[in-house]
C-alpha cells in the first residue's frame, strides 16, 4: 500500500530565506508526482507536476524535483515572501490507475515571517 | 472560463442527518473525482464518477454515495452523518482520456456535523 509522507509538518522562515520542502512514497510505480497549494480553508490550487520519467520541474522561484528509486521528491522555493504562507500537500498517481486517483500526503504549513 | 464549482461553501448538520454537496466540473471536463480532507491532513480519495458511473471508490463505507448527471455536473451524499464526518469535501474535474489526466480542484464545502 502506497504511502506518502511529508516533513516537516510545520515550517517557519524569515522572509528571503530559501524553503525546502521534502515528500517520500514507499512505492515506487507512480504515474507522476504533484506539488499542490492550500491557503486556510480552502481548495488545492496544482503548482508543479513532474511526470515519471522527468527529474524536475521549474516554475518561477519554484523547482520540484523527482527520486523515484529512492522514492523521494523536493519542492524548493526560492527568496521566500509573506505571501508563499500556506500548506503544501505533494500527491503521487499510482502507475496502475487510469482513473487520475492521487494519494496525498498531510502536508507542511508553512509561515514566512516579515 | 469557469474552474470547478462546488455548492454550498459551508453547512451544519446534526448526528444521524443526511447531505447532499454539488459540484459543476470546469468547462470541458467529463470526469468528476469527490475527496474528504480532515482537519489537518491530506485529502482521502472517497470515489470518481465519468459517464454517469462509479468508476473507482475508496475505503469509505456505503453510508457515501454519488451521482453524476448528463452535464458532467456530479453530487455526493452522506446519509447517517458521524462526528468524524466532519471534514471540507473537495471535488476535482478532470479530461479522461488526456493522459496525464490532471485535476483541478474546487474550493471545496466545509462540513460541520455537531
Known amino acids: 500500500k502506497q504511502e506518502v509522507t511529508q516533513i516537516p509538518a510545520a515550517l517557519s522562515v524569515p522572509e528571503g530565506e530559501n524553503l525546502v520542502l521534502n515528500c517520500s512514497f514507499t512505492?515506487?510505480?507512480?504515474?507522476?508526482l504533484q506539488w499542490f497549494r492550500q491557503d486556510p480553508g480552502k481548495g488545492l490550487t496544482s503548482l508543479l507536476l513532474?511526470?515519471?520519467?522527468?527529474r524536475e520541474q521549474t516554475s518561477g522561484r519554484l523547482n520540484a524535483s523527482l527520486d523515484k528509486s529512492s522514492g523521494r521528491s523536493t519542492l524548493y522555493i526560492a527568496a521566500s515572501q509573506p505571501g508563499d504562507s500556506a500548506t503544501y500537500l505533494c500527491?503521487?498517481?499510482?502507475?496502475?490507475?487510469?482513473?487520475?486517483?492521487?494519494?496525498f500526503g498531510a502536508g507542511t504549513q508553512v509561515v514566512v515571517t516579515p | 472560463d469557469a474552474g470547478v464549482t462546488q455548492s454550498p461553501t459551508h453547512l451544519i448538520k446534526t448526528r444521524g442527518q443526511q447531505v447532499t454537496l454539488r459540484c459543476s466540473p470546469k468547462?470541458?471536463?467529463?470526469?468528476v473525482s469527490w475527496y474528504q480532507q480532515a482537519l489537518g491532513q491530506g485529502p482521502q480519495f472517497i470515489f470518481q464518477?465519468?459517464?454517469?458511473?462509479?468508476?473507482q471508490r475508496g475505503n469509505f463505507p456505503d453510508r457515501f454515495s454519488g451521482h453524476q448527471f448528463p452535464n458532467y455536473s456530479s453530487e455526493l451524499n452522506v446519509n447517517a452523518l458521524l462526528l468524524g464526518d466532519s471534514a471540507l469535501y473537495l471535488c476535482?474535474?478532470?479530461?479522461?482520456?488526456?493522459?496525464?489526466?490532471?485535476?483541478?480542484f474546487g474550493a471545496g464545502s466545509r462540513l460541520t456535523v455537531l
Open positions: 476535482a474535474s478532470s479530461l479522461k482520456g488526456t493522459g496525464a489526466n490532471v485535476l483541478t
Open positions: 512505492d515506487s510505480a507512480i504515474y507522476n
Open positions: 513532474i511526470q515519471s520519467s522527468q
Open positions: 500527491a503521487v498517481r499510482p502507475l496502475d490507475d487510469s482513473w487520475g486517483k492521487l494519494q
Open positions: 468547462s470541458g471536463h467529463d470526469t
Open positions: 464518477y465519468y459517464e454517469e458511473e462509479e468508476r
